[in-house]
């Protein structure tokens, strides 16, 4: 293991793009070491290093890998353990997010969904648990307001994100005192590229209180509060859905 640095460090789990790189740049500007996990993304990965290493030297480490080989998480941490020498907070971002009609879904189906969302952060927070104890540190898990309210045609996502949901239940209540673990739910706040018709998009968003999507700052903000902030909450999910689980 290298020395310990001064500075805590973050790994987050799909970082090269989206809500993942936007969750980047706020814990790398409130001054944290970020390992940088991406998977297929690895051109915005490389080029959100440089960003960052161009403002503060030597302050990030990129890991490429499939989530769901779940062997191959704890070599994840000892390469990170290996170059900063401690890790003080996991965020699981990366997710597989695509429909299962009932009636289509398959195996392979299950497993995709299952592994991102739910398998692979259960078995890196394992494997961090001993760095993240030593670093009295934190896990972030990102869920969804679906894994409360399903989401039609999507079963097997809503099921997971609920096993992520209990995940960080569970671990908050057998990692305390030292590892605080905590989720973030979002609403809208990036629509997929392949995402429901613009029309049903504005209608969704004049049904939610505070009437407009969400931005990936605001998701991110709630990370960096949680982590550095929350000293006395853990085992919480907080809804960052402008008020739309309130709506019928
Ligand atoms: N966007 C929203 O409005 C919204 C709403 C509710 C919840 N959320 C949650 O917030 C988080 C971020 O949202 P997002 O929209 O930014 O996510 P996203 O773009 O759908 O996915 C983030 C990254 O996950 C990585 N990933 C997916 N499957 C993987 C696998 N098997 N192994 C390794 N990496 C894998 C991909 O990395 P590569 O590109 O490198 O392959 C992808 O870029 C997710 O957990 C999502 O479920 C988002």
Redesign the pocket.
């Given at each position: 293991m290298s020395p310990r640095r001064d500075r805590p460090v973050a790994l987050i789990?799909?970082a090269?793009?989206?809500?993942?790189a936007v969750t980047a740049r706020t814990l790398h500007a409130a001054g944290y070491d970020l390992a940088l996990h991406?998977?297929?993304?690895a051109d915005d990965?490389r080029a959100l290093a440089d960003e960052l290493e161009r403002q503060r030297g030597g302050s990030t480490l990129l890991l490429q890998?499939?989530?769901?080989e779940l062997p191959a998480l704890p070599a994840l941490i000892e390469q990170l353990l290996a170059y900063y020498g401690r890790l003080d907070a996991l965020v699981n971002?990366?997710?597989?997010?695509f429909p299962t009609p009932l009636g289509t879904a398959t195996p392979q189906q299950w497993n995709?969904l299952f592994?991102?969302?739910a398998q692979?952060p259960f078995f890196l927070s394992q494997a961090a648990i001993p760095a993240l104890r030593e670093a009295r540190g934190g896990i972030v898990n990102?869920i969804?307001?679906y894994a409360e309210r399903p989401l039609a045609e999507h079963a097997v996502y809503c099921m997971a994100?609920a096993a992520l949901a209990a995940m960080t239940r569970s671990l908050a209540l057998e990692l305390g005192p030292e590892i605080r673990v905590n989720g973030v739910a979002?609403?809208?706040?990036?629509?997929?590229s392949d995402s429901k018709p613009y029309a049903d998009q504005q209608a969704m968003l004049a049904r939610t209180p505070l009437q407009h999507a969400g931005t990936p700052d605001d998701?991110a903000g709630a990370v960096l509060w949680l982590l550095r902030d929350a000293r006395y909450v853990t085992g919480q999910i907080i809804r960052v859905d402008g008020g739309r689980t309130l709506s019928v």
């Open positions: 789990t799909g090269g793009r989206r809500v993942g991406y998977r297929h993304s990965a890998a499939e989530l769901a971002n990366a997710s597989a997010f995709a592994a991102s969302n692979a990102m969804d307001i994100k979002p609403g809208a706040v990036l629509w997929p998701v």
